[in-house]
Structures are given as C-alpha cells and as structure tokens.
Nanobody
Framework: QVQLVESGGGLVQAGGSLRLSCAAS????????MGWFYQAPGKEREIVAG????????YYADSVKGRFTISRDNAKNTVYLQMNSLNPEDTAVYFC????????????????WGQGTQVTVSS
C-alpha cells in the first residue's frame, strides 16, 4: 500500500517548463510501476507517461514524446515528470498513480492515486 502526493503544478507561459513531483509514503514504493495521467474538464483520464519499478523502461503518449520525461528515485520514494515546451493543450489536472505490474495504459489498472495537481499553460 502506498500514499501519493503530487506537487509542482502551476501557471506557465507557452514554451515554458515545469517539473512535477510525486512523493510516496509506505513500505513498498519500489514494488510499483508508476504512471502520470492527465484529465481536462469533461474528458477521460488518460496516461501521459509511465515507468517500471526499477526505472528500466518508460512509456510516453504520442502527444508528449520528445517533450516530457518521466523518472524515479526509489531512494527518495519520488517519481518526477519533467515537462518542456509546454503548450495550452497540456492544460489539465495531472495525477500520479501506482500499478502492481508493468505499465498499464488503462487508469482502471492502477490501484493507488494522488490528489492531482493543476497545470495551466497560457498562450
């Protein structure tokens, strides 16, 4: 079991950067693959990026490839999402989540979720 708290969101101009952090508490952080999801009003929650337990493999949605980087530091119980070249279409609430196996693409397969952090990109 793990508890997740996101931070680092805010308002940024188009072309700018943000780094989101997800701090985990619990005894089994390294046992979980981690994902970042985003959700805009009226839309379904979708995966942005994912990373395996050891950080050896990653996944990115097509819309963020080359712009976003997911990483984790198991010693600090933290997963990060570095977001560069932001555009207004990236505006959403971003959530981190933990899964028991691999990097599931469906939000239904993640067992634990943070509360979300708002990212707003102005043009």
């Amino acid at each position: 079991q793990v508890q997740l708290v996101e931070s680092g969101g805010g308002l940024v101009q188009a072309g700018g950067s943000l780094r989101l952090s997800c701090a985990a508490s619990g005894r089994s952080f390294s046992s979980y693959g981690m994902g970042w999801f985003y959700q805009a009003p009226g839309k379904e929650r979708e995966i942005v990026a994912g990373i395996t337990r050891s950080g050896g493999s990653t996944y990115y949605a097509d819309s963020v490839k080359g712009r976003f980087t997911i990483s984790r530091d198991n010693a600090k119980n933290t997963v990060y999402l570095q977001m560069n070249s932001l555009n207004p279409e990236d505006t959403a609430v971003y959530f981190c989540a933990a899964a028991s196996v691999g990097i599931p693409l469906s939000s239904r397969l993640y067992a634990f979720w943070g509360q979300g952090t708002q990212v707003t990109v102005s043009s």
